[in-house]
């Protein structure tokens, strides 16, 4: 059937691929297809606007749904599919099947005189670049890009389709990946470290700070990758984490183009650097000029009084 059809393996991003699924469908008056892995979201993605909501159920790794998504969405308008680095597999194997263009790491998506028009941002952050896509087209759309949409009218069935697991391929085992499991990007406030700080144990100080306002801890690629002092789901930028937070506090850190990239679209960003000619006061709403062993205890006993 033709539609704009929406998927990812992350069922948080496959709520929000349903907003610009939305637009999209009012553009093309064309109905809105969920295709969801998770039986848990599935009911709720019934509820936020989708005309059809399909549930996959088939074990093995996401990219191997790539054919069911491709057979289902063969007459599609339009796929969006989560941005996720699996998600990249998927999307890629679903356009070459059906022909069609693909956009990664789409920020904006439009209809117009029949193309899907889509921007991303390029060079770290350097750029916006514009793509042109013929119909049929295939996108896709990073985490957190769009909040998902409130919920809207009744509630459509869910249908249940079996995808046969790819037989080249045999899952031995499944383990947790090693690390904290921390989710940044669920953070609303957050306080980044940078490499000012002399060492591991001094990021106490910004703990201190964190604990004051109820954030989380983030930090640039140097002190996660480097110095090893924050494990790597921490860390913010192009080759990171991209969050949205509240409050983005910026301790020590230079602010270089591939670190902002991942935290420019926070909407109160506060930077404390000795340097006042730092690139992150450029992006700062509010800039503290100072040593951060002087300034984050003066914060942390100043919040919490
Ligand atoms: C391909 C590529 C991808 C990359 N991806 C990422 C990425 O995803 N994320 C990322 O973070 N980086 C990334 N980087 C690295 C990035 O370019 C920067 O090098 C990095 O972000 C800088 O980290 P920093 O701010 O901690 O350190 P620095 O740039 O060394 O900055 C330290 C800052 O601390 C200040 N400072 C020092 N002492 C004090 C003090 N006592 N009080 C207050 N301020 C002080 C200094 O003035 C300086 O501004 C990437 C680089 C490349 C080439």
């Not at 054919?67 to 356009?95: C, D, E, F, I, N």
């Not at 909040?147 to 249908?159: D, K, M, N, Q, R």
């Amino acid at each position: 059937m033709a539609g704009i059809f929406v998927f990812s393996e992350d069922p948080a991003l496959t709520r929000q691929l349903l907003t610009p699924g939305l637009e999209l469908k009012r553009a093309l008056a064309q109905p809105l297809v969920a295709l969801t892995r998770s039986s848990a979201e599935a009911g709720a993605l019934a509820g936020l606007g989708a005309d059809r909501v399909v549930l996959l159920r088939g074990a093995g790794a996401p990219e191997a749904l790539a054919p069911a998504v491709a057979a289902l969405a063969s007459a599609a308008s339009v796929v969006l599919v989560g941005g996720t680095l699996r998600g990249k597999h998927l999307a890629a194997h679903v356009a070459a099947t059906l022909g069609a263009g693909l956009s990664t790491d789409a920020r904006t998506l439009r209809v117009a005189e029949g193309r899907l028009e889509t921007t991303r941002i390029l060079y770290g952050g350097l750029a916006v670049g514009e793509e042109s896509l013929a119909l049929p087209a295939v996108a896709t759309v990073p985490p957190r890009t769009f909040p998902a949409p409130a919920p809207a009218g009744a509630a459509v069935p869910v249908e249940t389709l079996d995808v046969a697991p790819d037989a080249r391929v045999e899952v031995l085992s499944t383990q947790p990946a090693a690390g904290e499991g921390v989710d940044i990007g669920a953070a609303t406030r957050l306080v980044a470290v940078g490499r000012g700080f002399n060492a591991r144990a001094d990021l106490d100080l910004a703990v201190d700070l964190a604990g004051a306002l109820q954030a989380e801890l983030a930090c640039t690629r140097g002190i996660a990758e480097d110095e090893h002092w924050l494990p790597v789901e921490r860390y913010i930028g192009i080759s990171g984490q991209t969050v949205k937070p509240e409050l983005y506090v910026a301790a020590g850190l230079s602010g270089q183009v591939q670190h902002m990239v991942g935290c420019r679209e926070a909407k109160v960003i506060v930077a404390i650097n000795k340097d006042e000619r730092a690139p992150i006061f450029e992006a700062a709403d509010f800039g503290i000029v100072g040593d951060l062993y002087t300034v984050l205890p003066l914060l942390t006993a100043a919040l919490k009084d």
